[in-house]
T-cell receptor
Framework: NAGVTQTPKFRVLKTGQSMTLLCAQD?????MYWYRQDPGMGLRLIHY???????AKGEVPDGYNVSRLKKQNFLLGLESAAPSQTSVYFC??????????FGPGTRLTVL | AQSVTQLDSQVPVFEEAPVELRCNYS??????LFWYVQYPNQGLQLLLK??????LVKGINGFEAEFNKSQTSFHLRKPSVHISDTAEYFC????????????FGGGTRLMVKP
């Protein structure tokens, strides 16, 4: 099993550009999450999904959109990137209470 | 609402010494507690978790944690650290919510010195 994979690993954007981060999991997990990690702030939840076709807002959803058209994929979109969105983005998935499995992360820089 | 406080942002310690990383949480409902480790430029790996039962939880790499409900704490301990334990450690809490989302603390950087 590959577990949770993320594409791309690194990306540099200019302010105002758009992009989509792709997360895939092969563990048949129902729940999927997008977090961002900033120094000293731990991980903060952006959006999450409790099943195919459903999404919900987390703690810091502004400026991001998500879609979960297939159970194994969870996409995170930035419509108009801003320097404040420079961060490391982690996708995770879980089946229940056991604690999610995390992907390797995407390092995004917005100039 | 729930929150997690990791009281130390950095903990320097010499190799083979014991270490304790502190974590306090607040929640109005029953909680499930987790510790994750993040090695440089990697994702997060689950160290251990408390869901129910015994309040002393053993995890991977010789780490253990004790759930103390009265003090709302879940401190992580290891009796003898190695250089390879140098990493960032995150405490997290999940309440009784749909989706089982985790709320993370700010992290503690463990620096093991030779």
């Amino acid at each position: 099993n590959a577990g949770v994979t993320q594409t791309p690993k690194f990306r540099v954007l200019k302010t105002g550009q758009s992009m989509t981060l792709l997360c895939a999991q092969d563990m048949n997990h129902e729940y999927m999450y997008w977090y961002r990690q900033d120094p000293g702030m731990g991980l903060r939840l952006i959006h999450y999904s409790v099943g195919e076709g459903t999404t919900a807002k987390g703690e810091v959803p502004d400026g991001y959109n998500v879609s979960r058209l297939k159970k194994q994929n969870f996409l995170l979109g930035l419509e108009s990137a801003a320097p404040s969105q420079t961060s490391v983005y982690f996708c995770a998935s879980s089946y229940g209470l056991g604690g999610p499995s995390f992907g390797p992360g995407t390092r995004l820089t917005v100039l | 609402a729930q929150s997690v406080t990791q009281l130390d942002s950095q903990v320097p310690v010499f190799e083979e010494a014991p270490v304790e990383l502190r974590c306090n949480y607040s929640s109005s409902v029953s909680v499930y507690l987790f510790w994750y480790v993040q090695y440089p430029n990697q994702g997060l790996q689950l160290l251990l978790k408390y869901l129910s039962g015994s309040t002393l939880v053993k995890g991977i790499n010789g780490f253990e944690a004790e759930f103390n409900k009265s003090q709302t704490s879940f401190h992580l301990r290891k009796p003898s650290v190695h250089i390879s334990d140098t990493a960032e450690y995150f405490c997290a809490v999940s309440g009784n919510n749909a989706g089982n989302m985790l709320t993370f603390g700010g992290g503690t950087r463990l620096m093991v010195k030779p």
